[in-house]
């Protein structure tokens, strides 16, 4: 006896993304929901007993059938499924049976520059072709759960919006909305000095559409707003549908994140984390030391009043000002000797694809089929080495918001203080320099009821990949297997 799940559970991938980016997590999925249907057919008091019940028993033992049917000391049913599901072996969720997965290819490579209102319109065509796809064959769905990564979740709350607008939900119900590593709140760093004005000035133009509203220096539709900002409207559809989903949860990484810092994948005025020799880190049992309790993220660590400690502490920060000067020499030499052409390539690339990108978007918007895919020219294909430039060659002079991973590193002891706790447990910090249209953004989003998950990746600078374990043969992406497994096990309601 077959029994289909009803649930679709959709991926969306960010910048310069592609398909194979999830390929862990639907390894995943495969192996979490092994006994789906043998856990649904118990819940359900469809096996009650006799052969159907030594067959589900031989399904997840391996036993011969003679010999489940014959051995009356054989183990309950029931109590084996139990045992698989506390050992994570089995969905701890109310439903047990694996979800339909949709992962999104339309935007693959470059395509992803053209806009998120016009990669979240396909991501939208993906989602009900889908879901009439399913109906054709006979399989109802009935509930609906998006996953964005980086780019990838802004794609995601627009597409929400288009879905919410055309009644889609109205037939299906939305249950999870997850984002890792999403920039809920852009890419603008924070701050007002010369090399943040260069970074949100340059930068933006360097990928297309997508740049000038991850900046929110467009003008969505007639409007006159950037397109961030109607995304975060409480009066928008994109607002009411989030809000239609029953479980909103976001990871977001607290270091090594070269492209979205905590304080915009974690909707925050503020980064406790921006400073982590003052503050210890308390984890979330059975997940440290990688995720971060989110109910009491941060403890202090008490500094002494002792004068001649305090002298000590001048010291070791003059030592600290010091060891800058290797770091700086290293990323100069990075810069101008080993990896100009990288360089190059990138702005060259970036030039190019954004030109190709302006065409597809006029092609779109004048309602005709779009002739440059993403394969129209790719310069050197350099997909990957571009995203290395970003995380490990620039990384060093890029303003806060793309990364302060090393900001603990170069801050001497004597330029930061003891912080006190107020009765929430949060770090006593200043907030950030940021835009009053953020500040806004920020405060409208977290109206949402978020589930927030800090992630402490330290294994390697790559932690935006490595939050979802985005190359399996990369090192130190095992950091990202916590992640999804408390993904599966703790938030997925499937």
């Known amino acids: 006896m077959e029994y289909h799940s009803d649930h679709l559970l959709v991926l969306i991938h ?3 993304g592609n398909v194979s980016h999830f390929d862990y997590i639907c390894r995943a999925i495969d192996q979490y929901y092994t006994y789906d249907d043998l856990a649904d057919l118990v819940d359900n008091s469809k096996v009650v007993g006799g052969k159907q019940r030594a067959e589900a028993y031989v399904s997840l033992t391996g036993e011969s059938l003679a010999r489940a049917e014959s051995d009356p000391e054989k183990e309950d049913l029931e109590s084996l499924i139990q045992k698989l599901r506390e050992s994570g072996k089995l969905a701890k969720n109310s439903k047990y049976r694996k979800p339909y997965l949709l992962v999104t290819r339309s935007n693959e490579g470059y395509q992803t520059y053209d806009g998120i209102d016009m990669c979240g319109e396909k991501v939208t065509r993906e989602i009900e072709d889908a879901l009439d796809n399913y109906e054709r064959q006979g399989i109802r ?15 995601a709350r627009y597409a929400i919006g288009m879905l919410y607008q055309r009644g889609v939900f109205k037939r299906v119900t939305p249950v999870n909305f997850t984002t890792f590593c999403t920039p809920h709140i852009g890419v603008r760093a924070p701050g007002k000095g010369l090399p943040t004005t260069i ?9 297309s559409a997508t740049g000038r509203q991850l900046f929110q220096i467009d003008k969505f539709s007639t409007s006159g707003k950037p397109l961030m900002s109607i995304l975060a409207d409480k009066s928008s559809i994109f607002y009411h549908a989030l809000m239609l989903f029953s479980n909103h949860a976001l990871y977001a990484n ?167 706790f107020d009765e929430k447990n949060y770090y006593h910090v200043p907030p950030l320099e940021i835009t009053d249209l953020q500040a806004k953004m920020i405060q409208s989003l977290n109206s949402v009821p ?5 992630v402490h990746i330290t294994k390697t600078k790559a932690a935006h990949a490595a939050v979802i374990v985005r190359h399996l043969d990369w090192k130190g992406m095992e950091e990202g297997q916590v992640v999804i497994r408390h993904w599966l096990s703790e938030v997925l309601h499937m």
Request: with cysteine; glycine share 6%.
């Open 14 to 16: 960010g910048l310069w």
């Open 141 to 155: 769905i009935n509930k609906i759960s998006i996953t964005g990564y980086s780019l990838g979740g802004l794609m």
């Open 199 to 207: 970074f949100n000035t340059c930068i933006p133009r360097t990928f």
């Open 254 to 420: 607290i270091v090594n994140d070269r492209r979205t810092s905590w304080f915009t994948a974690g909707i925050s005025h503020t980064d406790v984390f921006l400073d982590l020799r003052n503050i210890s880190l308390n984890y979330l049992p059975g997940y440290e030391p990688t995720l971060i309790d989110v109910s009491n993220p941060i403890s202090p660590i008490l500094h002494t009043q002792d004068p001649e400690m305090r002298l000590m502490s001048g010291v070791s920060g003059l030592r600290a000002g010091v060891s800058i000067l290797p770091t700086l020499f290293m990323a100069i030499i990075n810069i101008f000797l080993i990896s100009p052409f990288y360089v190059l390539a990138y702005f060259i690339s970036a030039a190019i694809q954004t030109f190709y990108s302006s065409r597809r978007l006029r092609e779109f918007h004048s309602n005709r089929k779009g002739r440059y895919g993403m394969d129209e020219f790719r310069l050197l294909h350099i997909d990957e080495q571009i995203e290395d430039v970003v995380d490990t060659v620039l990384g060093d002079f890029i303003p806060y918001s793309m990364s302060h991973a090393h900001v603990d590193d170069i801050m001497s002891d004597n330029q930061t203080t003891a912080g006190t």
């Open 450 to 454: 978020w589930k927030k998950f800090p």
